[in-house]
């Protein structure tokens, strides 16, 4: 198991802005959250990183999507996006 102390600076801080990709992960099996978040996914998505889940079939970030709605990503579906947001 990864420490706190271990992740602080492998992870965006809270409010840190992000734009999803064009294209997002077809399978979300086993991410082990509410269907409402992963319905709530869009791609080219303005979206602020709120906190992360580790294991859950990889590792997924809770977000805030443009329209206040919160949704789920892959960290491989985000790119830093400050002056995109």
Request: no cysteine.
């Given at each position: 198991m990864v420490s706190e102390s271990e992740l602080k600076g492998a992870l965006p801080k809270?409010?840190?802005k992000f734009i999803?990709?064009?294209?997002?992960?077809?399978?979300?099996i086993g991410w082990f959250v509410e269907n409402k978040y992963i319905k709530n996914?869009?791609?080219?998505?303005p979206c602020t990183y709120l906190a992360f889940v580790p294991g859950c079939g990889g590792d997924i970030w809770w977000c805030i999507n443009s329209?206040?709605?919160?949704?789920?990503?892959?960290?491989?579906?985000?790119e830093f996006a400050e002056d995109k947001v």
């Open positions: 809270v409010g840190e999803t990709h064009n294209v997002l992960e077809k399978e979300t996914r869009r791609t080219n998505e329209d206040k709605s919160t949704a789920v990503y892959s960290f491989t579906e985000l």
